[in-house]
T-cell receptor
Framework: AQRVTQPEKLLSVFKGAPVELKCNYSYSGSPELFWYVQYSRQRLQLLLRHISRESIKGFTADLNKGETSFHLKKPFAQEEDSAMYYCALSGTNRGSEKLVFGKGTKLTVNP | NAGVMQNPRHLVRRRGQEARLRCSPMKGHSHVYWYRQLPEEGLKFMVYLQKENIIDESGMPKERFSAEFPKEGPSILRIQQVVRGDSAAYFC??????????????FGPGTRLTVL
């Protein structure tokens, strides 16, 4: 079964503190993993994806196939990072393009 | 590029009425996806279409729901005889010709359907 689990519904940290948003997945095959972000009153947008290996806005995510995890990390959180974060996966074959989303984690960065 | 457009942004229907949700993909994108988000839930895939073709409808409810993406014009998600459980946010996404290693899905702002 294809499933993405984000165990934390809410996460609150102080500005400058490290932040980690957890994501675990279940997929028969080799999925591509994504983190999408939705800032207040804005549309859902891609933050980063595994294959790019990029750091976006200071965020990184490492795919751990053994633990089937794709946790999102940032060493020093900023107030503007406050948003809803969704972990998602898709297949890497034709016919498996649909995204499977977790329920999301609402991150609040306090001043 | 104006991005993915969806209209209306808010739609109120009474039980038994029909709801039509429209999605205009980004310029140059020929793939459209529809997702539904129920309260307190993540987005759930409904259907994937290319121009004039339904590629994957594995997430569509068997009854009352249909989708199309005609040669000309926007993609339409139609819900017939709406019920209160259809109240949700419906998101459309588009992508270019699909290459999983480079392409991504770009999302519209969503249509919030409320069934009274």
């Amino acid at each position: 079964a294809q499933r993405v689990t984000q165990p934390e519904k809410l996460l609150s940290v102080f500005k400058g503190a490290p932040v980690e948003l957890k994501c675990n997945y279940s997929y028969s095959g080799s999925p591509e993993l994504f983190w999408y972000v939705q800032y207040s009153r804005q549309r859902l947008q891609l933050l980063l994806r595994h294959i790019s290996r990029e750091s976006i806005k200071g965020f990184t995510a490492d795919l751990n196939k053994g633990e089937t995890s794709f946790h999102l990390k940032k060493p020093f959180a900023q107030e503007e990072d406050s948003a809803m974060y969704y972990c998602a996966l898709s297949g890497t074959n034709r016919g498996s393009e649909k995204l499977v989303f977790g329920k999301g984690t609402k991150l609040t960065v306090n001043p | 590029n104006a991005g993915v457009m969806q209209n209306p942004r808010h739609l109120v229907r009474r039980r038994g009425q029909e709801a039509r949700l429209r999605c205009s993909p980004m310029k140059g994108h020929s793939h459209v996806y529809w997702y539904r988000q129920l309260p307190e839930e993540g987005l759930k895939f409904m259907v994937y279409l290319q121009k004039e073709n339904i590629i994957d409808e594995s997430g569509m409810p068997k009854e009352r729901f249909s989708a199309e993406f005609p040669k000309e014009g926007p993609s339409i998600l139609r819900i017939q005889q709406v019920v209160r459980g259809d109240s949700a946010a419906y998101f459309c996404a588009s992508s270019p010709v699909f290459d999983w290693s480079t392409d991504t899905q770009y999302f519209g702002p969503g249509t919030r359907l409320t069934v009274l």
